[in-house]
């Protein structure tokens, strides 16, 4: 069932009536959740389920260990639960890739060997939701959060249908409070939230499905066969198509879980307006990077351990990002960004420490001017970076950087909504809070029977705009 | 207690009762689906499945009763105009929705291009065609070859024939390669995506002399004849209909001169679509002899466990075993793809003089 869907919409008003109507006894509507999350995924795949489960009630009991455990073997106990879990994700998202690379090596020592043929199926969510349970556990050892004894609640926290595909990761603590004695009694911000979920499908229906179907799909399967401005306008596609698929699948869960009545950190903050590439980390997918700041940064010493550690860690952190997206191409595309952070980090430190010499104000247009262009030249940066994540495979991604820049090709023609579209979507990613705000206020503004009539005719106009069968979400694939 | 960014937009929270919410959410889909009725219907039941449930069978039962209503009070006209604006809207240079690859071309090929796309005169044309080898010749056609790929998602981006198709013909001379492939797509609902009307389009646009196609991974569905008259998949008559869809389709072709290879259907996981993918490959290979210059790529055994039975991981040359098919047991993953592209490449060169570059 994806969010975008008329089958996902009659199941969400069931499950909003439901929702509301059951909070008067918090165990039956707690009960509800559950299985109304436990039905919305194993629609996908019956064995997901059981996988969910058994990833689910491992780490409750695990967490109950780490907390009631006397000092020594706390360490222990975590170091297993991270360690399992780890293993779970692992074996579901690279045995086949492990299983290939073992094989090929073992064969140029001499050994014939064959590792089991096992056609693996990567749970939906698993990264996601496995990430959400890792964090719970390492809370939980830190003392941060005590464990819960509520098997239920944690069910609920690890599988919570509107976060549980593609998250955003919220944290145990932010969450299981939000279960506590019926949870909210009423919506709040209904109208961002509802905003929300008409802006999600927007920027998925109407912007990113059309420039998946129209140019980045054929232009990155075979790169070769297009001119250099094509190529160029399928970079600066693909910015708009995964910021869009993806923060328009996290302004969905948001609005969804909004208005179930509950909050969910959000996990995009207008990240191309980012003046620079650590500024662009901190507002891209935020859920995932606090997560690697909080559970891999900061413990590997963060950059308390000196300059040459900081970027040590940095990279290994960025090179982690890659790994949890795939293997091969994605690793590639980890590493770029993190050496891309150390360079600033560098510029940064440079500039601080020379700062203490020449303590000179700069003057705010010149400060305005580097920020502009800082902003320009991050976008322009990470556009190209994607190149490395959105193809199929790192020999794709260096036919795609060759046929960049090999000058003998010739023109191609292009269609022209391709530019349209691009340009609605930069407009839409400069002016997004403003959008918000304003569509927000005009709903607020409405009276109850001109607010549905609206709601019922933006729905129909873009499902109008948007293409008859629309593609997957990108990090549905991770 | 953490706080992780939990904003939730305005800085000073309103709050709302739940009923309005429900009142909105209730009206959505009361009134969504009953306006969009008949896309609600090609959606449900063209779209990829992620597993049957009774939400989606609520809506595609409602919609196919708001279809009825529709047709009851009149309206039906009205909404079959107000569809076909929206389509056309979209069909426009504004907001195409359907769009290949199209071939780089070279500057020589360019003026080519320019030249046929000129209408010749009819006696020439009649000419060319004297001149053109048939298949019963046997003779291997020269370059340049124009190519176009076409078909359902096995020639889409993700499907694993049609962009390791595409990227293996560019390594030949003279080749230029338009890809055009259709989620969902194929020969039973031309209500859903008409692939006649844009064959002939695409034709006009590229004008290749060549054209290789897979179809069928959603044809197994009813068909809906001229007259109106609906058949399910199995009943008596289906067969007959569609071996004329293919029939008509590959007459495009054929009278544009336009040589066809046809890939056919691989061995699927699951018996009732390999029994269903097995009827239209028969279906296919049998009309395609009995068309000028068209070819049929059988690919049944070349995925197959040597016994006749679908493997999900195959040998490649080394004897290494590799995962050939998507878990949706249709699919292929890319070493699956270039088995079949090998097999085409190799079937094609008995017909079309290819040149490596």
Request: proline share 4%.
């Amino acid at each position: 069932m994806l969010f975008p869907t008329f089958e996902f919409f009659y199941f969400f008003t069931l499950v909003l009536i439901l929702n509301w109507s059951l909070k008067r006894w918090p165990i039956a509507w707690r009960l509800f959740l559950l299985l109304s999350s436990y039905y919305f995924y194993s629609v996908w795949d019956i064995n997901f389920l059981l996988i969910l489960v058994a990833i689910s009630v491992f780490n409750f009991f695990s967490a109950l260990l780490i907390d009631k455990t006397i000092l020594g073997l706390r360490k222990f106990l975590l170091f297993i639960a991270v360690l399992v879990n780890l293993l779970a994700l692992g074996f579901f998202k690279y045995y086949d890739f492990f299983r290939v690379s073992t094989e090929l090596l073992l064969r140029k020592f001499g050994f014939l060997a064959t590792l089991p043929l096992l056609e693996i199926i990567l749970p939906l969510g698993l990264s996601f939701y496995v990430f959400r349970a890792i964090s719970y556990n390492i809370d939980v050892y830190r003392r941060k959060i005590a464990a819960t004894f509520s098997l239920l609640d944690f069910l609920i926290y690890i599988s919570f249908f509107p976060q549980i595909l593609s998250g955003p990761v919220a944290r145990a603590g932010d969450f299981l409070a939000q279960l506590k004695d019926g949870g909210a009694k009423k919506i709040e911000n209904f109208y961002h939230h509802l905003t929300l979920i008409f802006l999600g499908l927007f920027k998925k229906l109407v912007i990113s499905s059309y420039l998946v179907l129209s140019i980045t799909d054929d232009v990155f399967a075979v790169p070769e066969n297009h001119s250099q401005l094509v190529l160029l306008l399928a970079v600066f596609a693909y910015s708009i198509v995964i910021y869009f698929d993806f923060s328009g699948y996290s302004d969905m869960a948001i609005g969804f879980a909004g208005l179930l009545g509950f909050k969910t950190p959000i996990n995009f903050d207008t990240p191309y307006l980012s003046s620079n590439i650590k500024d662009f980390w901190r507002r891209w997918h935020i859920s995932i990077s606090d997560w690697m700041r909080d559970y891999v940064y900061i413990p590997l010493g963060g950059n308390r351990k000196g300059l040459i550690r900081k970027y040590f860690n940095l990279m290994i952190v960025m090179f982690l990002v890659g790994l949890w997206h795939g293997t091969n191409h994605f690793i590639i595309w980890g590493a770029i960004n993190g050496i891309a952070l150390i360079i600033f980090n560098l510029y940064q430190d440079i500039k601080d420490r020379s700062f203490i010499i020449n303590i000179k104000p700069v003057e705010k247009w010149r400060e305005d001017i580097f920020k502009f262009f800082g902003g320009f030249f991050t976008f322009i940066f990470v556009s190209f970076s994607w190149i490395f994540f959105r193809s199929e495979s790192t020999e794709n991604s260096i036919k795609f950087l060759k046929s960049l820049f090999d000058f003998s090709k010739n023109s191609e023609p292009f269609k022209i909504h391709i530019l349209i579209l691009l340009f609605i979507g930069f407009f839409v990613f400069l002016f997004e809070k403003q959008i918000i705000k304003k569509l927000t206020n005009i709903q607020q503004r409405l009276p109850a029977p001109l607010l549905i009539l609206f709601s019922v005719l933006v729905m129909i106009l873009i499902l109008k705009l948007g293409p008859d069968i629309i593609p997957p979400f990108i990090y549905f694939n991770f | 207690m953490e706080n992780h960014n939990l904003k939730s937009g305005d800085k000073t929270p309103n709050f709302t009762s739940p009923k309005l919410a429900i009142l909105v959410f209730v009206f959505i889909i009361t009134l969504v689906p009953f306006y969009e009725s008949k896309r609600v219907v090609i959606w449900e039941t063209q779209r990829e499945a992620q597993g049957d449930n009774v939400f989606r069978a609520g809506v595609l039962k409602y919609a196919s009763v708001a279809e009825i209503v529709k047709k009851k009070f009149g309206l039906s006209n009205f909404f079959d105009k107000e569809h076909d604006f929206w389509l056309a809207l979209k069909k426009s240079p504004i907001l195409l929705e359907e769009t290949g690859t199209l071939g780089v071309i070279d500057g020589n090929e360019k003026e080519k291009k320019i030249e046929n796309l000129l209408e010749k005169p009819e006696e020439e044309k009649q000419k060319e065609e004297l001149i053109k080898p048939v298949q019963s010749l046997q003779t291997r056609l020269e370059p340049p070859f124009r190519i176009l790929i076409l078909g359902d998602s096995f020639i889409a981006v993700g499907g694993g024939v049609g962009n390791p198709l595409e990227s293996e013909l560019l390594k030949y001379k003279e080749v230029a390669v338009k890809r055009l492939g259709k989620v969902s797509s194929g020969l039973s609902r031309p209500d859903y995506f008409n692939w006649n009307l844009t064959a002939q389009e695409l034709i006009s646009q590229f004008n290749p002399n060549t054209a290789i196609m897979m179809f069928g991974s959603n044809d197994n569905q009813g068909l809906v004849t001229s007259d109106g008259k609906v058949i399910s998949y199995g009943k008596e008559g289906w067969n007959e209909e569609y071996s004329k869809r293919v029939s008509d389709f590959l007459e495009i072709f054929e009278k544009n001169n336009i040589t066809v290879f046809w890939i056919g259907l691989p061995v699927m996981k699951e018996k009732y679509f390999s029994e269903r993918a097995q009827n239209l490959n028969a279906i296919y290979e049998t009309e395609v002899k009995n068309h000028k210059n068209s070819y049929f790529v059988p690919t049944w055994d070349l995925l197959d466990d040597g016994q006749g039975n679908y493997a999900a991981y195959l040998p490649d040359e080394k004897g290494q075993y590799k995962l050939a098919r998507v878990s949706d047991g249709i699919h292929l993953q890319f070493f699956g793809g270039r088995i079949i592209v090998k097999e085409v490449i190799k079937k094609a060169e008995e017909k079309i003089k290819l040149k490596i570059k």
